[in-house]
Structures are given as structure tokens and as C-alpha cells.
């Protein structure tokens, strides 16, 4: 079922459509026992390759290297491949028949278009957040009030978007949706990539942070309405600060 994956292979939407039929179809063909493991290295390839196209290490527009990335990483050529095929689904890279496989450009368009599905569904996932909020959820949401309420000295933007980023997953799990945690997961993983490209054109995140201090109280609040509202101005605030600093660069 499954094709090797070449350079020369041109990625096209029947091949990702036999590509997600094989994924669903190939594990009983793993010898017991070897299923688990193989399937582990391919997540670690993958999840892998991914924080380095994320965090900017293989920029936009760079060439994947399979000999260089295999040693790098540590992993066989399948498990490269496997996580170069779920990246193209993804569009974070890009095959180009008898060119070669490239990490995919950022463009202004691609900002608006992702923020215009996560505003939405970020808005959604909180809303379900708030009306599903349980004594679990309860008692993260408030560990995660009293940490912004103790983030008084400085922090650099890296660490302040990581913190962002847990108050962020934090509403998708208590949503109890995963497949909209997934989708969400996956949508993020773009915004993460374009905020890591206009990082040090950004003005200081702090205020993100807080503003995130009156999300969770309309969490704990069980108020779903302004739990949708504030993570929706909260994903659109992103955009206009993304795309103006996309303007000074």
C-alpha cells in the first residue's frame, strides 16, 4: 500500500488520500510486538521534525536532507519519510517532483487564513470548556490564575509564548473534544511557526498573558459566551499584531 517516498515523487491529493487509507490499514502488517515500538519512533521522528520547522532550525524554503536529518535525529530513513508524508499533509513541507522536498513558505495570506479558522474554533472550544468545566479542569484552571498572578518580573518572549501557549491547550482538553483538539493542534502548530518568524518584531507579550487572567475566570465562571469572546479577540489580536509585524519586516 504504502509508496516510497522519493524526491521525484510528486505529493498529490490522491496520493494523500491512499497515503491516510494505508495509514488506517497497514499496522496488523508489523510483526507483534514490533508495531509499539516502530510506531513510537515514527511519533518521535515526526513530532521532531516538526519543532524544527516550528522553531525556525530548518527556516522556510530549506531543503530536508534525509543522510543529514537521519543522523541528526538519531532515526532509519522510514521513519524520516513517515514523518515527511504527515508533514506534507499538514503543508508544513512540500515535495517538488526532481527537485526535492522543502520546508514551506510563510506567506501574509497564510496568517489571515489560519487566524480566520482559530478564531473561530478556539472561541468554540472555550465556550465547550467553560460549560464542561469539572473539578479536574477547575483545579488547573486556578493553579494556572495563580501562576499569572505570580508572573511579576520579566520573562523573555519565548517564555511568555510558551505560557500563552498552555493556557491555550489547557481550554482545548477541557473542551472534551478531541477531535477538535486535534484539528486546533494542528492549526497552532502554524501560528506557533509564524510567531516564531516575527518574534523580535513583536511588542512585549506580557499583556497576552493577562489578558489570558480573564479568560480563565469566565472559564471557572461557567460563563461560555464570554469564554467564547475572549479567546476570539484573543486569536484576532495575534493577527493584527502578526501581520503588522509581517510590515516592518
Known sequence: MRRALDEDW?????????????????????????APAAKLVAERAYTDLRDRIVTLRLAPGTALREDELMREMAIGRTPLREAVKRLALENLVAVQPRRGTFVTDVEAADIVNITEVRAELEGY???????????????????????????????????????DERIHRFAWEASGNPYLVETLERYFTHSLRIWYLVLDRVPGLGHAVHDQLHLLEALLERDGARARTIMRDHVLAFQREILAAFSRG
Open 125 to 163: 472550544a472555550a465556550e465547550l470548556a467553560a460549560l464542561r468545566m469539572d473539578g479536574d479542569a477547575r483545579s488547573a484552571a486556578e493553579a494556572l490564575v495563580d501562576e499569572i498572578e505570580e508572573v511579576t518580573q520579566p520573562h523573555d518572549q519565548e517564555w511568555l509564548m510558551r505560557f
Open 10 to 34: 510528486p505529493f498529490c491529493i490522491l496520493d494523500k488520500l491512499v497515503y491516510l487509507a494505508g495509514m488506517a490499514a497497514e499496522p496488523s502488517a508489523l510483526p507483534a510486538g514490533e
